[in-house]
């Protein structure tokens, strides 16, 4: 006598319906989300969202915006406020943490402003790869080299040198530049 080493038919039928009732579930999570989505208002232009000022480097979410209100009431009132993107997860939680901000003593944010600043910044930047340096000048991060591909600068580009070719920097528009 062979013995089979299959599931039983009762088994079989249960595991059968159990992934059929699975699939089902995802399907219509699928559709809910995708209809949802139709009904929604398409944007003319992603770039310019209501989440943000415009020519915004990304769009904003609601639950975000009041993050990136402090972070540029904060930021700009010393200096040019970089995209988030720029740089790296990692430097902006050092960045937002240390009272030594580049060598100037800081009064650091409030603590409930600053969980909102870390959210929007953490949201909209980008984690830094494993084997890069962690970044804290333009001039080191990766993505800022990726969004200005040979060029020439004729200084080592830093905050302040940003106004030379995107006019509207201080209002957080990169968008626009000039060569």
Known sequence: MVKRF????????????????????CFLCMGTGLSQALASEPLTDPLLADGGPEGAFEPVTPEFQLGQDFYLESCSACHI????????????????????????????LPRFNARLVIDYLSIYSRPRHNQRVLP?????????????????????PTLTTCVSCH???????????QE
Do not use: K
């Open 6 to 25: 299959w599931l039983s038919t009762r088994r079989r039928t249960w595991l059968r319906s159990l992934s059929l009732g699975l699939a089902l579930v």
């Open 81 to 108: 406020a970089v995209p988030p993107a720029v740089l790296p997860q990692q430097t902006w939680r050092v960045l937002l943490t240390d009272p030594n901000h580049y060598g100037i003593q800081i009064e650091p």
């Open 136 to 156: 804290f000048r333009l001039s080191e991060s990766a993505y800022f080299q990726a969004l200005h591909p040979n060029l020439e600068f004729p200084q080592t």
């Open 167 to 177: 006019p509207s920097a201080e209002a957080f528009n990169f968008r626009d530049w």
